[in-house]
C-alpha cells in the first residue's frame, strides 16, 4: 500500500438520497417480513408506520469500493472486511438525504507477509438540519500490504462474550435467494449473484454480504430484546468470521446486560462461527 | 356509472422510467432466483445478461386507480379485476422509458343489479423509438353499475381448457411475505400489506395481488415450456377467479398444442381455482 497516499487520502462527501421504497427494500433484504402478520415486524417493510433499520446506516452514503484506485497500492483482491461498529445518535429517517463523510482513522503495520488494517469511519449527516445521525466504522484486513515500516497498532478491544448459556438463542432463516434482494440496496459485487464469480475465488456458490449478515444481527436483537422497536437500537458491532450461504440459517446466541447485550452467530448446519464478539448497545 | 363521461374520457399518457433495479425487483416479487444456481433463471433477477419478465408489461406505464375518480360515478369499492390479457411485440427493454397509452374499448351492460364490464387497452410504447413494445388489456366486473342502458355486448372469447390430463404440472411456492416483495413494483394498495385492512373489506388477512398471480403464470410457462427464454412468451391470459394468500403454493397445470399453451391454477392446499381459462403463445 502506499502509505502516504493513504495518510492523506480525501473523500468526497458521498450525497445519498434514498426513499421508504429503499428503507422497505433494505428491510425485505434482511428477511423482515418474515411474519407478515406481526404489526411490529410489519413496521419495517410496509410504508404505514414505516421505521428504518437502524443498521440500515452502513449503506448509506457510501463511498464505493475506492480500495480498487491503484493510487491506494492496495493489493484489493486480498482484502476482507474485518469488522464493523455502528452508533445511532438519532432514528435515521425513513426517506431524504444524507450526506456521508469518510476518513481514515488509522493503518496498523501487522508486518512483512502479515498485512495490515485499515480503520475507516463514515458519518451520516442529515443533508437537510447538519445533524450527525450516525457514525460507522470498519476494519479491513489487507492481507497482501503489511512491512510498510508503520507502527502495530492496536484497534478497539472486541466485546467478550459470557461464559454462561446464552439468555436468548434466535435463528433466522435466509432464502436462497436472500443474497439477490439484498443486492438490490446497493452492493452489486457479483460474488454474491453470480455462480462463477463465487468459484473464480474459491466458493462453491455465491456468498451473502457480509453486511446482510450483519443487518440480520441487527434484527435478531431487534426481536429477541427490543419487541422491534427500532429506536431501543443504538449500536452494533461485530466481528466478521465466516462468509453465510444464501438459504442457510443463522443461530444468534445472545447474552443480556441491562443495556449491554453481546452476541455470536453461527450456521447450525455447518457447525460454523460467522460473527463473533458481538455488541448491541440499547437505548 | 357516468356512461357519457366514460365515452369521452381521456387518459393522459403516462410515462414510465424504470431501471434494471426496477426489472430485477418485479421478478423477485414474482419469486424469480428460488433457485439461484441456475443460470437461466438468474438472468431476471441479476443485471449481467438481464432480461426482464414478459409480464412486467402489465405494470408499465399504469395510469393508476382513477376508477376512483368520482366523474367516472363508478362505485369502486364493488369493482373486480376480471380478466387480462396480453400481448408483447418486441421483447421489454430491462431499462428505459415506456409511454402508457390507455383507453376504453367497450362497456358492456349486463343489466340492474348485474353489474357492467369495462374493457380497457393499453399500449407500452417506447418513449425513444415510438415503437409499440405489448399491449395490455383488460376487464374490470364493476358490480355497482349495471342498467345504464347499455347494450350487453361479447367479451373476448376465453380460451378452452383441453379434457386431456395437464402436460406439465408446475407448483410455484410463494413466501408469507411475498406481497410486501411484489408491491415495490408499484401497487402499494394495502389490502395486500395491512392485515387490518384486509380484514375490514372481509379477508382473514392481506391477499396476493392479482397481478402477482398473473406473473406467476408467466414464470410457470418460462420454467415448464420456454427453458426460461423470455423471448418465447409473447401472450398471456387469464381470468381471476379467486385470490391466493401469500405463503400459498399455486399449482399450474399445463396444456401444449405447439405455440398456443393453456393452463390454469390452484392452490391445491385450500383446493381453489385462482385462475382460468389461461392461455399462453410461444414465439
Known amino acids: 500500500m502506499d502509505i502516504e497516499a493513504l495518510n492523506n487520502w480525501k473523500f468526497e462527501d458521498i450525497e445519498h438520497s434514498y426513499t421508504e421504497r429503499d428503507t422497505m427494500l433494505y428491510a425485505l433484504g434482511l428477511g423482515f417480513g418474515e411474519d407478515p402478520n406481526d404489526p411490529k415486524e410489519l413496521a419495517y417493510v410496509y410504508e404505514?408506520?414505516?421505521?428504518?433499520?437502524?443498521?440500515?446506516?452502513?449503506?448509506?452514503?457510501?463511498?464505493?469500493?475506492?480500495?480498487?484506485?491503484?493510487?491506494?497500492?492496495?493489493?484489493?483482491?486480498?482484502v476482507l472486511h474485518g469488522e464493523q461498529w455502528l452508533e445511532v445518535f438519532k432514528p435515521l429517517p425513513v426517506a431524504g438525504t444524507v450526506i456521508g463523510r469518510t476518513s481514515?482513522?488509522?493503518?496498523?503495520?501487522?508486518?512483512?507477509?502479515?498485512?495490515?488494517?485499515?480503520?475507516?469511519?463514515?458519518?451520516?449527516?442529515?443533508?437537510?438540519?447538519?445533524?450527525?445521525?450516525?457514525?460507522?466504522?470498519?476494519?479491513?484486513?489487507?492481507?497482501?500490504?503489511?512491512?510498510?515500516?508503520?507502527?502495530?497498532?492496536?484497534?478497539?478491544?472486541?466485546?467478550?462474550?459470557?461464559?454462561?448459556?446464552?439468555d436468548h438463542v434466535c435463528d433466522l432463516t435466509t432464502l436462497p435467494r436472500q443474497a439477490l434482494i439484498y443486492r438490490l440496496s446497493g452492493d452489486y459485487n457479483p460474488l454474491h449473484a453470480d455462480p462463477e464469480v463465487a468459484r473464480s475465488v474459491g466458493f462453491d456458490r455465491?456468498?451473502?454480504?457480509g453486511l446482510a449478515t450483519y443487518g440480520l444481527a441487527g434484527r435478531a436483537v431487534l426481536k429477541s430484546i427490543c419487541d422491534?422497536?427500532?429506536?431501543?437500537?443504538?449500536?452494533?458491532?461485530?466481528?466478521?468470521?465466516?462468509p453465510v450461504y444464501p438459504g442457510e440459517t443463522v443461530r444468534f446466541e445472545i447474552w443480556e446486560d441491562n443495556k449491554d447485550v453481546r452476541f455470536r452467530a453461527t450456521?447450525?448446519?455447518?457447525?460454523?462461527?460467522?460473527?463473533?464478539?458481538?455488541?448491541?448497545?440499547?437505548?
Not at 452514503?61 to 493510487?71: A, E, I
Not at 455465491?206 to 454480504?209: Q, R, S, T, V, Y
Request: aromatic residues 6%.
Open 206 to 209: 455465491p456468498i451473502l454480504h
Open 267 to 283: 450456521v447450525p448446519e455447518r457447525d460454523v462461527l460467522v460473527l463473533n464478539n458481538g455488541a448491541a448497545r440499547l437505548a
Open 48 to 78: 404505514d408506520g414505516l421505521v428504518a433499520a437502524p443498521s440500515m446506516a452502513v449503506i448509506l452514503g457510501y463511498p464505493g469500493f475506492w480500495l480498487k484506485d491503484p493510487k491506494t497500492g492496495i493489493d484489493w483482491k486480498k
Open 104 to 166: 481514515i482513522d488509522q493503518i496498523s503495520d501487522k508486518g512483512e507477509g502479515k498485512g495490515a488494517v485499515l480503520y475507516l469511519s463514515r458519518d451520516i449527516i442529515d443533508a437537510a438540519s447538519g445533524e450527525t445521525l450516525a457514525r460507522v466504522k470498519m476494519s479491513t484486513f489487507c492481507r497482501g500490504d503489511g512491512g510498510f515500516g508503520g507502527e502495530n497498532l492496536p484497534g478497539p478491544v472486541p466485546a467478550v462474550l459470557p461464559e454462561r448459556a446464552p
Open 228 to 242: 422491534y422497536d427500532s429506536s431501543r437500537l443504538v449500536g452494533l458491532d461485530v466481528r466478521f468470521s465466516a
